[in-house]
């Protein structure tokens, strides 16, 4: 697994092992990332929140790409360990926060966020459950994109949230939603 673009294109991250996590692939992060970068323009000063992270690299590619700063939540403790060692590789501490936690815990946020991206487990929900929850605890403002990965069969369907587009990559699904 690599960094698709930007400040640390090339570099790789290391990824947990086993199959509590599923990274995503080089090839879907791309693509996630030319959706977002035609709709954001820019990720300049973005303030990210990177959900069920795994290994982080959905936040690290936004932050390589010159996102502001990155949340990253992930429940699992040795993914989290490897979400901190990428991080401290590329030298991104202070661009970083990591909190071990489920995203079904999260409390309320201070202000809503410009990019959520949410990898939750396939075939589980979690998606539309996290996002409903983040909506009602103020995470999701008028300007912010949500961006969800699922299984190709799946759908994320959330009160008051618009699908703005989706496209299936091999077994998987992207969904950018909005206000």
Same mark, same amino acid.
């Given at each position: 697994? %690599?960094?698709?673009?930007?400040? $640390? %294109? =090339? &570099?790789?991250?290391?990824?947990?092992? =086993? *199959?509590?996590t599923r990274p995503t692939s080089d090839r879907t992060?791309?693509?996630? /990332?030319?959706? !977002? +970068? @035609?709709? !954001? =323009? @820019? /990720?300049d000063e973005l303030r990210i929140a990177d959900l069920f992270a795994g290994s982080g690299a959905l936040g690290i590619e936004a932050l390589s790409r010159g996102a502001a700063h990155c !949340? /990253?939540?992930?429940q699992d403790r040795a993914a989290v360990d490897v979400? %901190?060692?990428?991080? +401290?590789?590329? *030298?991104a501490r202070a661009r970083a +926060?990591?909190?071990?936690?489920?995203?079904?815990? !999260? &409390?309320?946020? %201070?202000e809503p966020y410009d990019l959520i991206l949410l990898d939750p487990p396939y075939h589980t929900g979690a998606g539309a459950v996290a996002l409903d929850r983040l909506?009602?605890?103020d $995470?999701? =403002?008028?300007a912010t994109w949500m961006a969800v990965e699922t299984a190709f069969n799946e759908d994320v369907k959330v009160d008051g949230l618009t699908i703005e587009t989706e496209r299936r990559i091999g077994?998987?699904?992207l969904t950018l939603l909005r206000q």
């Open positions: 697994m %690599r960094v698709i673009a930007g400040e $640390w %294109r =090339g &570099r790789k991250l290391a990824a947990p092992k =086993g *199959d509590a992060r791309e693509t996630l /990332f030319s959706m !977002l +970068t @035609s709709r !954001l =323009g @820019s /990720f !949340l /990253f939540v992930e979400i %901190r060692a990428n991080i +401290t590789s590329l *030298d +926060t990591v909190e071990t936690m489920s995203v079904m815990h !999260l &409390r309320p946020a %201070r909506k009602r605890h $995470w999701i =403002g008028p077994k998987g699904k």
